[in-house]
């Protein structure tokens, strides 16, 4: 029995644990007294209920505290 495929999502596939970890890493080598954890906890912990463009925004927002 074949099993229905979620659909593409490009705000899941641009924005997602990994990609923001991958950014976190970025940051905190360019930035050393940047918090690369705490970053990734706040920007991953606000995706739930934002689409693409407000993610970014929310990333950025996350990248300045």
């Known amino acids: 029995m074949a099993t229905a495929k979620e ?8 924005f997602n ?3 923001i970890g991958r950014l976190a890493q970025e940051f905190g080598a360019g930035i050393p007294s940047f918090d690369g954890t ?17 993610r970014l925004e929310w990333i950025a927002d996350c990248m300045e505290r």
């Open 17 to 19: 644990p990994e990609t």
């Open 38 to 54: 705490h970053f990734e906890s706040k920007a991953l912990a606000g995706f739930a209920d934002r689409e693409l463009l407000q």
């Open 7 to 14: 659909p593409f999502s490009l705000k899941d596939h641009l």
